[in-house]
């Protein structure tokens, strides 16, 4: 399995709707990545787990919060967002080893109402 | 800090034909990694080449190849033999070696790539 799986495809939640995004891979990297990309405009990176331990953008507010229950997966909870937070969020892994590089997941397309 | 930087916001080829896409970075890391993603309205960031700093030789992948100039900090993508397939967003991102906390990629701004028949 060479593929990182993001789910949902798409949501649209509002204002003061709780969800979780997931993202699992199985390759066996140790380093997975949250991007935030609005249209048009390069992924900008959320937070960063490299061996179970936590890297935060410091301009990510906290109603964003990351979760990661296991080495495969990820999962980004959403509470009280705002419609600027629509996006399309992109989950990556990265081997840790310099022979390869990240692999992204298809994304998650954000729509907050 | 790094940069990376994209000059062409958008470029146009005709069907068959070769494009060059520009990429410049900054850095002061002697070890790191430059990669061409391609991003089509599917938005699946697809890796299309990657060069490692320390080799000197260019990378190619089929149709798709780059101009690495370690001193100029330069790394463009050129493209052969255009498909309608190739029509997609481009972003040129460099990464630290080992990924980690350390290793995010940084982005340009991207190249939106048309592809004319």
């Known amino acids: 399995d060479t593929e990182v799986t993001q789910t949902p495809k798409h949501l649209v939640m509002g204002m003061t709707n709780k969800k979780s995004l997931k993202c699992e891979q199985h390759m066996g990297h140790r380093a997975m990545y949250w991007y935030k990309q609005k249209a048009k405009k390069p992924p900008e990176l959320m937070f960063v787990y490299s061996y179970e331990k936590l890297s935060i953008n410091e301009s990510v507010p906290s109603r964003f919060s990351p979760e990661c229950p296991n080495s495969s997966l990820l999962n980004l909870h959403l509470h009280a967002l705002q419609p600027e937070d629509s996006a399309l969020y992109l989950c990556?892994?990265?081997?840790?080893?310099?022979?390869?590089?990240?692999?992204f997941g298809s994304g998650t397309r954000l729509t907050v109402v | 800090a790094q940069t990376v930087t994209q000059s062409q916001p958008e470029m146009s080829v005709q069907e068959a034909e070769t494009v060059t896409l520009s990429c410049t970075y900054d850095t002061s890391e002697s070890d790191y990694y430059l990669f061409w993603y391609k991003q089509p309205p599917s938005r699946q960031m697809i890796l299309v080449i990657r060069?490692?700093?320390?080799?000197?030789q260019n990378a190619t992948e089929n149709r798709f190849s780059v101009n690495f100039q370690k001193a100029a900090k330069s790394f463009s993508l050129k493209i052969s033999d255009s498909q309608l397939g190739d029509a997609a967003m481009y972003f040129c991102a460099y990464g630290r070696s080992y990924g980690g906390s350390q290793g995010n990629l940084i982005f340009g701004k991207g190249t939106k790539l048309s592809v004319k028949p």
């Open positions: 990556a892994s990265h081997s840790g080893f310099p022979t390869y590089g990240y692999t």
């Open positions: 060069q490692e700093a320390y080799k000197q």
